[in-house]
């Protein structure tokens, strides 16, 4: 079965400093891979998305990810957060198969001045 | 464009009462998908409509409806409820294709909350 795990609930980070928020997935079938962000009180908002092609992808606000099928991983990154970027972070994966997307349980990201 | 708009954006209901929670798509948009967000199971698919069908949906009780009318509108039906039914309801829209593969516009979200 399809599944989502994002490795770490809550990250703590500087002002300024890099982060990386982690994702695996789990599936046997060519996986279409999506990063959303959700600000308080707002729904969901597309970051970035994984398709085909080129496995660095770079979204809005200076975000990028990298999939890496060997390691069925789909990790976001930015080199420099800022305050603004403090929000909670989900990785969807969706399978041609099922024809469902399914998310992880969300990384809440918190931005320290 | 205007964006996806749900309403009512929050609803105090009591157990056993029912509930209809609505949602405009992005205009244009064929493609409309329901979820609910707890803090204890994330966000779980309910279902997806495209052209007044519903095209998939996700393991949740009979007590939990939706459909699709001509303009794309949607509505969403939660018959019986029950404590656990509190949660943000989150409509998404999108062009066409499925939601697996394609980006999905998500409204605010109604808030029920079931006492």
């Known amino acids: 079965a399809q599944s989502v795990t994002q490795l770490d609930s809550q990250v703590p980070v500087f002002e300024e400093a890099p982060v990386e928020l982690r994702c695996n997935y789990s599936?046997?079938?060519?996986?279409?891979l999506f990063w959303y962000v959700q600000y308080p009180n707002q729904g969901l908002q597309l970051l970035l998305k994984?398709?085909?092609?080129?496995?660095l992808v770079k979204g809005i606000n200076g975000f990028e990810a990298e999939f890496n099928k060997s390691q069925t991983s789909f990790h976001l990154r930015k080199p420099s957060v800022h305050i603004s970027d403090t929000a909670e972070y989900f990785c969807a994966v969706g399978s041609s198969n099922t024809g469902k997307l399914i998310f992880g349980q969300g990384t809440t990201l918190q931005v320290k001045p | 464009k205007a964006g996806v708009t749900q309403t009512p954006r929050y609803l105090i209901k009591t157990r056993g009462q029912q509930v209809t929670l609505s949602c405009s798509p992005i205009s244009g948009h064929r493609s409309v998908s329901w979820y609910q967000q707890t803090p204890g199971q994330g966000l779980q698919f309910l279902f997806e409509?495209?052209?007044?069908?519903?095209?998939n949906k996700g393991n949740f009780p009979g007590r939990f409806s939706g459909r699709q009318f001509s303009n794309s509108r949607s509505e969403m039906n939660v018959s019986t409820l029950e404590l656990g039914d509190s949660a943000l309801y989150l409509c998404?829209?999108?062009?066409?294709?499925?939601?697996?593969?394609?980006?999905?516009?998500f409204g605010p979200g109604t808030r029920l909350t079931v006492l």
């Open positions: 599936s046997s079938v060519s996986v279409y």
């Open positions: 994984y398709l085909s092609g080129s496995t």
């Open positions: 998404a829209s999108s062009l066409e294709g499925g939601q697996y593969n394609n980006e999905q516009f």
């Open positions: 409509y495209f052209s007044e069908t519903q095209r």
